[in-house]
């Protein structure tokens, strides 16, 4: 049975009073900034902010067990199975990024009239979490290699896959929220992308919009049996199979990388009314001008960000 997480409200550190829920709601903003950039997925920033198999622990005890509970009307106890204190503040700082990254800045714009340097940015943040992930595995032989390269060739092929044609019955909508969700959960690979891939990001986003009831439950039954297999699946292989897992992630971030990359020939399609990125090829600069520079400084930046929060990551892990 999952433990029991006793909600605290105040951590002190260094003489200074800091709120749990606003750290886990700062975390949760950092994933959602990643989930609304084509490309980059939110578990990335989990991984990165060292919550992400905290958050997997957290999905998986939302169980039959709770459920059973719920249903007696033991909601004391059922609550009590939930880390709600880091899961209640992470969700509304995911849905506070993706408002304001929507509203005040408007990121999604941002990529198509500066992508060099929003690219830049995500790159680094990349590559450092790569790092991250290296210092994590304990040795490197031969067959670590292997898994290795088998990640970056998955990762590789997901991110080079082109949008295509495909059907709206409910059977295949049901299947685009189940994978959207395990792919967003899994570090590496875009869960906006993926519906890209599967040409339903426009269909699952008017649905959205003109109140389509039929698509929207739908989707949500795939997203929430999703987030229950996948997160599982994810949990079970980081306990029985921790460094080949990690060494698998650490491929498919290799992967991602491809897509990443700040210079390159990029082809948009107008959806929904906005121009979203549908294929992409990287590229060398030409020239070292101002953009490029600029973009290498993003580059830097966003490296130097995440070595950063990742080392007071960890000091508020081992405080919380």
Known sequence: MPKRCAFKPWIPIRGFFYVPFAIHALKGFCMGSADIIPG?????????????ERLLNAIRSFDRAWLDDLLNLRFRQAFARNDLAFLFPLLLGIVGAILFFTRV???PTLIVTHPELIYGLFFGLIVASIVILMGEVDRYGVSEIITTLAGALAGFAVVTLVPVETPTALWFIFLCGFVAISAMLLPGISGSFILLILGKYAYVIDALGAFNFPVIFTFGAGVLVGLVVFSRGIGWLLAHYHQTTLLLIKGILIGSLWIIWPFQERTYEIIHGKQKLIGSSPVWPEALDINVALSMAFLLAGFLLVMVIHHFAGKANAAD
């Open 40 to 52: 980059v997925s939110g578990g990335t920033m989990a991984l990165i902010l060292g919550i992400y």
């Open 105 to 107: 800045i408007p990121l």
